[in-house]
T-cell receptor
């Protein structure tokens, strides 16, 4: 079975641009979470979606938004990019909405110039 | 901000030695999890210990949890060069937002052959 897949794996943007990152969960998993990991730090929670509804939001500005589609895949959008948005963006899926083991994708590495 | 702090931030040992990493956290939790990350790639779940458990084993891994001290430790016995990675503790806090885990800053482990 395929694991969590994320695209693109790497991308470079300039300040002020917008970016969309995509995530496909493990088959049968209905919950997707997004995390931001700045170099040298641990991941920080951005959003969780379960059954297409937002279940949790971390301490991130409104420039960050996300959605989940009927097939449970998800997109993370970041508008008006800042240099500080440069990070590894990780998607994780779980079968249900509870907080057990998270299954992570390999991440999308965003560089903002 | 991150709830947990890991100690040490970096650890270098010889193959065959044991590696111990510590994690402290701030709030009451449902469970605490340990994850491994190779070179900025996706995180891999290692072990989950619930708040009513004190010790758990999985292969060469041993995790302890002391809720009175709000601390946990991860012991890797008979380490191998392949264990070289960053290790993160993550807490599922009571009354958290959705499927949110709060990660520590990580311990970078290097195992020399």
């Amino acid at each position: 079975d395929a694991g969590v897949t994320q695209s693109p794996t790497h991308l470079i943007k300039t300040r002020g641009q917008q970016v969309t990152l995509r995530c496909s969960p493990i088959s049968g998993h209905k919950s997707v979470s997004w995390y931001q990991q700045v170099l040298g730090q641990g991941p920080q929670f951005i959003f969780q979606y379960y059954e297409k509804e937002e279940r949790g939001r971390g301490n991130f500005p409104d420039r960050f938004s996300a959605r989940q589609f009927p097939n449970y895949s998800s997109e993370l959008n970041v508008n008006a990019l800042l240099l500080g948005d440069s990070a590894l963006y990780l998607c994780a899926s779980t079968r249900g909405g509870y907080t057990g083991e998270l299954f992570f994708g390999e991440g999308s590495r965003l560089t903002v110039l | 901000s991150q709830q947990g702090e890991e100690d040490p931030q970096a650890l270098s040992i010889q193959e065959g030695e044991n590696a111990t990493m510590n994690c402290s956290y701030k709030t009451s939790i449902n469970n605490l999890q340990w994850y491994r990350q190779n070179s900025g790639r996706g995180l891999v779940h290692l072990i989950l210990i619930r708040s009513n458990e004190r010790e758990k084993h999985s292969g060469r891994l041993r995790v302890t949890l002391d809720t009175s001290k709000k601390s946990s430790s991860l012991l890797i016995t008979a380490s191998r060069a392949a264990d070289t990675a960053s290790y993160f503790c993550a807490t599922d806090a009571i009354n958290n937002a959705g499927n949110m885990l709060t990660f520590g800053g990580g311990t970078r482990l290097m195992v020399k052959p």
